[in-house]
């Protein structure tokens, strides 16, 4: 009761739990497909080369979650098309997407005026510190998640399932994976405030890889873990808030606890 009654009584408190269930719904989508196509090595890449941008966005003054959009989508094209054209050691150029993205970053602060005060927050995240500006930008991107994956449904089960069979049956595959891609990139770009560039991954798997435990089924593993998701971020919200540490450490050790936990019942009920 007390903890309903803070969410009426403070503004940053009804950012929060908004972010939470806009954060649960893209991570719960986005997670069943890059942990399925193990592309989660990629979304590493990707998250961290957004750091690039919100360091140009403290140096030129305009809005870092922006500059983080850019760079992650950006980043997304360059690292599909590594990955699509094969080429050699690809994983090579892949991290020096991670590297330089990073480097970027602390160049950019270091040549803006001052030290940005809330640069801790894109980096480990702080689900508190959501304004209406970030909640706005949060939704338009997971409203544009949803519609995407609902309006080509069908098509990401033929392509999960098998590639080549989805391709036959008339399938672009080709920009399915780009699709795939910069949909990971603005779910990261939804997820930075609540658990932070560093922590973004663990977010994204955990619900997912819970989901997997229980069913099979392509619709209903992204629903579960939309649910496991939001427990997950609710409770690490008011979990950071009374316990004044960060949101994101609170959220992914939380779901990682209990993704442990439900892992091990069920390689025991197994017999393994």
Same mark, same amino acid.
């Given at each position: 009761?007390q903890?309903?009654?803070?969410? %009426?009584?403070?503004? /940053?408190?009804? &950012?929060?739990?908004?972010?939470? #269930?806009?954060?649960?719904?893209?991570?719960? =989508?986005?997670?069943v497909i890059?942990t +399925?196509k193990?592309?989660i090595?990629l979304?590493?890449g990707?998250?961290?080369?957004s750091?690039g941008?919100i @360091?140009?966005?403290?140096?030129?003054? !305009?809005?870092?979650?922006?500059?983080?959009?850019? /760079?992650?989508?950006?980043?997304?094209?360059?690292? @599909?098309?590594?990955?699509r054209?094969?080429y050699?050691?690809? +994983?090579?150029?892949?991290?020096? !997407?991670?590297?330089?993205g990073?480097a970027?970053?602390i160049?950019?602060?270091?040549?803006a005026? @001052?030290?940005p005060?809330?640069?801790s %927050?894109?980096?480990f $995240? &702080?689900?508190?510190?959501v304004?209406k500006i970030?909640?706005?930008?949060m939704?338009?991107?997971?409203?544009a998640?949803?519609?995407?994956?609902a309006?080509?449904?069908?098509?990401?089960?033929?392509?999960?399932?098998?590639a +080549?069979f989805?391709e036959?049956? $008339?399938?672009? %595959?080709?920009?399915?994976?780009?699709?795939?891609? =910069?949909l990971?990139?603005?779910?990261?770009v939804?997820? #930075?405030?609540?658990?932070g560039?560093i922590?973004?991954?663990?977010?994204?798997?955990?619900?997912?890889?819970f989901?997997a435990?229980?069913?099979?089924r /392509?619709?209903?593993?992204?629903?579960?873990? #939309?649910?496991?998701?939001s #427990?997950?971020c609710?409770?690490g919200?008011f979990?950071s *808030?009374?316990?004044n =540490?960060?949101s994101?450490?609170?959220?992914?050790?939380l779901?990682?606890?209990?993704?442990?936990v439900? *892992?091990? =019942? &069920?390689?025991?009920?197994?017999g393994?």
């Open positions: 009761m903890l309903l009654k803070a969410i %009426t009584q403070y503004q /940053f408190l009804q &950012n929060a739990f908004a972010a939470c #269930i806009m954060a649960s719904v893209v991570c719960g =989508i986005i997670g890059t +399925e193990k592309l090595m979304s590493g990707i998250a961290h080369t750091y941008g @360091g140009l966005g403290y140096l030129l003054g !305009f809005e870092p979650i922006l500059g983080a959009l850019l /760079f992650s989508v950006s980043a997304a094209i360059g690292i @599909g098309y590594i990955n054209k094969g050699q050691r690809s +994983e090579i150029l892949i991290s020096l !997407f991670w590297s330089v990073m970027l970053g160049l950019f602060v270091a040549l005026p @001052g030290y005060p809330e640069l %927050t894109y980096l $995240g &702080n689900i508190l510190s304004t970030d909640l706005y930008l939704a338009a991107l997971s409203f998640v949803v519609a995407i994956v309006i080509f449904f069908n098509h990401w089960k033929a392509y999960l399932f098998d +080549e989805a036959i049956l $008339g399938i672009k %595959t080709s920009v399915l994976e780009y699709l795939i891609l =910069i990971i990139a603005l779910s990261i939804v997820l #930075i405030k609540a658990v560039i922590l973004v991954l663990a977010l994204l798997t955990a619900p997912a890889a989901s435990l229980l069913t099979h /392509f619709a209903l593993r992204m629903l579960y873990a #939309i649910i496991f998701g #427990i997950f609710v409770s919200l979990i *808030y009374y316990a =540490i960060a994101g450490a609170s959220i992914v050790l779901s990682s606890l209990c993704f442990a439900a *892992y091990a =019942i &069920n390689q025991i009920s197994l393994k």
